[in-house]
């Protein structure tokens, strides 16, 4: 019993200079505050490889689409670019070519296929053996050229021999075109609306009309006399590259363009006349990725 009074007498000292010692001191740091957190969610990343494949080819990614996607995002965070890299894979992809001018066959051309422009060909083509038609053979003759254009866009699309600026030349420039849009004027705001996202202002409207007539006049700075002359001048006209990249800020981005947007897009695209470089720049941006 002594050595037990003995022992506590010996540790209440102990206890109470250990309960008085001092605890950690807690030192405040005055606009300390935590790093920001620049990575990019899984989530979004996933997302990302999906709505790309689904864009560029109109389907989703197979399993190991899917999983070099994630791999070349994750390379470096999903920096703008990794993204490039990942979308030049996407480009060159059998079906890009193909989804571009299925894409465009239908808003132009009212959906019409190969095989209905096949067709067409067929009716002219029996046209030239009836003598009546005899004083009308150079126009059915052209008429078949053009049309024999536009059936060979898909292959010379998927090929490289044409690109998409040419593919618009071609679906404009055929019969089927003209009797979709029949009468210089309509074929004119056809023209405007569809390529530019605008009408022609009336002055516009005015000189197109008539040098799509025949006459000679001047549109959008060229002069010109013919209608294949007006389409060549349209499609070579800042006012066409603007309306692109108006055109793929809506599709993609749901929004237009701001003017530096604008200035920027119009220069890739005349400079490159490659609308892969275009739509690349586009869809590598944050706003695409949702961050």
């Known amino acids: 019993m002594f050595r037990l009074h003995c022992f506590c007498f010996f540790l209440l000292p102990v206890l109470f200079l250990i309960s008085c010692a001092p605890g950690p001191e807690i030192i405040i740091v005055p606009d300390n505050t935590a790093p920001p957190d620049f990575s990019v969610p899984e989530l979004a990343k996933e997302n990302y490889v999906n709505k790309v494949y689904i864009t560029l080819l109109g389907r989703k990614p197979s399993d190991s689409e899917f999983s070099r996607g994630m791999a070349l995002l994750d390379e470096n965070n999903a920096s703008t670019e990794s993204r490039e890299k990942f979308i030049d894979e996407v480009l060159v992809k059998p079906g890009f070519s193909q989804r571009m001018y299925e894409i465009a066959r239908t808003e132009i051309l ?50 490289g021999e044409i690109d998409r600026i040419e593919m618009h030349r071609r679906m404009v420039d055929n019969f089927i075109y003209d009797e979709i849009n029949m009468g210089t004027q309509n074929f004119v705001l056809s023209m405007f609306e569809y390529f530019l996202g605008r009408y022609p202002t009336a002055k516009e409207e005015e000189v197109s009309i008539q040098m799509v007539d025949g006459f000679n006049t001047v549109v959008f700075g060229e002069e010109g006399d013919s209608k294949a002359e007006f389409i060549e001048i349209f499609f070579e006209s800042d006012n066409y590259f603007e309306g692109q990249v108006v055109n793929i800020y809506e599709d993609f981005l ?38």
């Open 110 to 159: 009212n959906n019409v296929d190969t095989a209905d422009i096949t067709f067409q060909i067929v009716i002219f083509t029996q046209l030239l053996s009836d003598p009546v038609y005899e004083p009308f053979y150079d126009l059915i003759e052209t008429e078949i050229g053009r049309l024999a254009r536009l059936r060979d866009v898909p292959k010379k699309l998927e090929n």
């Open 254 to 291: 749901f929004r237009s363009p701001n003017s530096v947007e604008m200035g920027e897009g119009t220069e890739i695209y005349k400079t490159t006349l490659d609308y892969s470089t275009l739509l690349k720049t586009i869809l590598a941006k944050d706003e695409f990725l949702g961050i």
